[in-house]
């Protein structure tokens, strides 16, 4: 008996200090806040994570942030309008908690030591430069639930991978433009993908397009370091630019045999004057007098299979 009570002295002190530890790093290291749209959120200044909860008033929609000062001055209004802001140079990582619907444009742009996201399931959309200028930010992973990724959503971060979501249905202009992409698989033909949505991917060097894709937009693996393309069997529009700037690509592999040259311009413009063109043997005279039309350099090759 005389055992048992001195190990209750023992133990009782211990609970009650680590009891009084964690009250004091919750009162001293979390910081607690509400958005109007009832996303509540809190910052974990120890472990350096900010994460976003739904309060039972939200429909989840994160609020909308905007990049500059109405008052002309030029200040950005990101910097006093996200009351997370304060965070952005500490900031490692930031978890959407179940129910959350859609990443507000400009969430966590600019956050220089952001690492990882974690995007619930809930999630079906990615604002506008949610996560712009992350230049650290090289984990994330896009849940099935994902249908729309904005306009300059994850430009300028040094994200190494992106497996997109079958459904998803957008993915915005300058996406993921000067990212550290090393490899994509895009899906199909329903999915809209906008203008230099991949560009300036310096470190690209495999695109993966569905067989259903339609279009390639314009620039959109401009500046990268492709080295061989595939234009598949469904894609009727080509757009200016599309691998402008691709100086190493060996080879492009034309599947398609319905392409509208209608409207077209400088479509193969500045690539390798090298480059080997692959085309379907029964469209080799139309193709090849359109490509050398559109901006393919005397220089390169064009061969049919």
Not at 63 to 81: K, N, Q
Not at 176 to 197: D, H, Y
Not at 209 to 221: A, G, Q, R, S, T
């Given at each position: ?200 991917c310096w470190d690209l060097e495999?695109?993966?397009?569905d067989e259903d894709v339609e ?53 193969f413009s500045v690539i390798n ?33």
């Amino acid at each position: 008996m005389g055992r048992k009570n001195s190990l209750l002295k023992c133990i009782i002190p211990l609970l009650l200090a680590f009891a009084i530890a964690l009250y004091l790093r919750k009162s001293l290291c979390v910081i607690e806040g509400e958005s109007s749209y009832g996303i509540k959120w809190t910052y974990d200044s120890l472990l350096r994570v900010l994460r976003f909860e739904m309060e039972e008033k939200s429909d989840g929609m994160m609020h909308d942030y905007t990049e500059y000062d109405s008052t002309g001055d030029g200040d950005e209004i990101f910097m006093v309008r996200v009351p997370w802001a304060k965070y952005k140079d500490h900031c490692r990582k930031v978890i959407f908690g179940k129910g959350i619907k859609r990443v507000g444009n400009y969430t966590c742009a600019d956050f220089s030591e952001l690492r990882t996201i974690e995007l619930s399931t809930t999630i079906t959309e990615v604002g506008n430069c949610a996560f712009y200028n992350c230049s650290n930010l090289k984990i994330i992973t896009l849940s099935n639930s994902l249908q729309k990724i904005g306009d300059a959503a994850f430009c300028s971060t040094s994200l190494e991978k992106a497996v997109f979501p079958k459904e998803i249905k957008a993915i915005g202009e300058d996406a993921f433009a000067f990212s550290k992409l090393r490899e994509i698989t895009l899906p199909g033909g329903k999915t809209s993908i906008g203008e230099s949505a991949f560009a300036g991917c310096w470190d690209l060097e495999k695109v993966n397009l569905d067989e259903d894709v339609e279009v390639i937009p314009k620039e959109c693996f401009k500046d990268c370091d492709i080295k061989e393309f595939v234009i598949p069997l469904r894609v009727k529009f080509i757009r200016a630019g599309f691998l402008k700037n691709n100086m190493g690509i060996q080879k492009i592999h034309i599947e398609s045999k319905r392409i509208s040259w209608e409207g077209a311009k400088d479509i193969f413009s500045v690539i390798n004057p090298k480059v080997v063109v692959e085309v379907p043997k029964e469209k080799y005279d139309e193709y090849k007098e359109m490509l050398y039309t559109h901006g393919l350099p005397e220089t390169a090759k064009v061969v049919a299979y």
